[in-house]
């Protein structure tokens, strides 16, 4: 396999082309104050005029949002031979050191856990050891919160929840049920399987003696409460890619039902389905939720659920009933909120082939944003997110720029060499091993019971 | 994915049984003396009575001369998009304590390059990189002492150089040429390719202007001449896996023609291939080497080369020209030494399918003399040595072990975080990089042709 002279001046042009992609060239700008314009960049107006063409500072707090969604890919243990496996690596004091992201300027508060009384397809990772730390409960997401230099930089303190996805987004796609199931009051509906992920608890496992619902809307509660007391503006931004996606838009739900006009909800997505019909797009947007849908043009998964009937549908492939289902669906599953369009297809840096996985991949959107000017331009020239980031998961980077494929993994599987000189799965320190929500808490059923999302909740066993 | 819980108790019967396999069980012996006992241990009597029942103190050296031999995979860069592919990861004053064999009480001395102007199939590891560190060599082994109090246990001064082999064995195998060529005076014949990595030099690469033979021949000259002053006892064990193995050959060959009755020259192999022809297992014989070869029974590549078409010959699948040609292989090339065979059916550890990577790889060797006593007998109950390591890189260990298959790799395939926060290929430092062998030893030119394997040298360029 040699390498032909004409593709590595094609790559020279590039980088000559975008300075910003040398290995010495920084990978942020300069952090700017937008104290002043933070309700604007948080969705306030819709992001009206924020969009075509993006705002710089919209954009860099859109990757910002897209890097706590990865983080929460990157520190996930999807070793099924790992007794650990469904849980995150690192505690959560150390998560943000580990990736990277301290540069962000937020602290961990707290890890989320879920499980779910439906079959879902390829969102939960079981661990195959005897010892496994739990069966049925997966590490689902986290809450951070802006460090006091940061939160003055941001103009308030800002909280955000950051949900994880499922890899292996075709099989997912093809696999979602869909399934309606009403929410709380009137005619607002959501797909049952996310709402279930959400929502679930039960008695055989200590992660989910509480829901995910439960556990993030209690640590929302005491966070918006510790700093309101304080006299600070306060602000909660929800993101998540995928399957996270879907699970913010329930977690924005619940929120601004709790919070209703005291803090401003805001909800940023990366490649999520339709979660809802109708009536919970016009409940979000009556509640004041904000939503920004960041997708990809040849991304399917946005398109679910419903994608392959109308597929079918446009290719003349349905009957009389499926024509009727396809149909259905579509109006049945609405969108919501502002939607930022990328195209991989403007990519210099991507190959352009046919990968669904890769169309997927939030790290292909990351660099996609940071590259966004208009729908109408080019990827910006003075784009300086790591392009090395698309091969974290994909093989998608140009073969020129000789990044190894798929590049983000452990030494060694993580086995480690113990003081015998055997090759053994590292017992995790205590305060690395997910420990179950405190107990503590069942004085808050009442304030579960208050909120709609929590109205909805299943109990297993 | 489920584990039944039948082929769980046979694990933890299979672990009672083999109390030494617990994660938290020494994998070593005590070490022992042996220098009463040192000639005979390094073949003097050609390990007559030692074999069968196998010698425990014979067993631990002959699984440290494998380590050695494994010690020049686990340390190669493969990764053609690596810019230092084709070379050690380490430096050679690191390597053993990076590779947790510090214990066996050597120090490296010397690293050897090769090249050769043989299209060889799948010796040579090239990197893609327009700044490859050299695109024509290859790092091919090293040179190693023991340490004094090492000394003292061995009852000699042991030099080893140990050689790397090649990965993906069934290519290989069939793609060996077949041809052999005159090695010295007389009737001695050698299969040409194995000649060319041992013997060409060339100009275009700096590291290969001594072939991997005069690099090799000068260490040994002046390590043995420096300890001879000393008054000490020394002895040459050469020791190789696969194509390593024929390099062995090739080295054990010309260092015993080199120092005659001064030092007494092994070869401990594994998986070796034949190498030369009658008269060169004479030669060998003649002039004192002592050759010891770990065969795996069902692994083709000690049958090359000849295998391809002397299984065509069994299944009667040839014509006239064939049978002849096939006959004439079968004596042509002739195996040398005293074998020992061992014989992946037996161990309860081991996957029991058809896999050509896996009967020939070195970690499954080691695994298997560890545990051998006698052809007879069934594996040793009290075997030691780590099961986690079959799985170093294959995927044979049985699945109820829990230990991810093909487990060595680097940390983010070898990248890391640069202080600009971009994901880069490490530049290594100094000492680490593959440095040309010093040129100041022109004046060893006449040493070089003194020797008959250096009278075969081939100039490239």
Redesign the interface.
Known sequence: ???HSSS?RKVSSIIQDMPYQR??????SMKENISSRWRELHGSNYWENLLEPLDPSLRREIVKYGEFAQAAYDSFDF???SKYCGSNYYRKDGLFDKL?LT?HGYKVTKYIYAMSDIIMPRWLETS???SAWSKESNWMGYVAVSTDDESERLGRRDIVVAWRGTIAPAEWVQNVKVQLTPLGEGNVKVEQGFLSVYTTKGKSSKYNKKSASQQVMKELKNLVSSFKEKGEEVSITITGHSLGGALALLNAHEAAITFTNDVPVSAITFAGPRVGNFAFRDKLDKIGVKVLRVVNKPDIVPKVPGFGLMDAMIHNKLGKLGRSIAQKLHWTYAHVGAELEVDISKSPFVKQEFNLGGFHSLEIYLHLVDGYHSSKSELRKDAKR?I??INKSTGMLIDEM???EN?????????V??K??????PTRVEDDLPSPPSESSDDDESNDSSTEGASQQNQMN
Chains 1, 2 share one sequence.
Not at 420 to 425: A, F, K, L, N
């Open positions: 396999m040699g390498v590595m290995l010495d060239a920084p990978t942020m070793d099924t031979n990277h540069r195959l050891a005897d790591d090395a980031l000789k990044i190894p590049w983000r993994q452990l030494s060694n599987k993580g086995l060499y113990n015998y000189g055997r090759w053994v799965e």
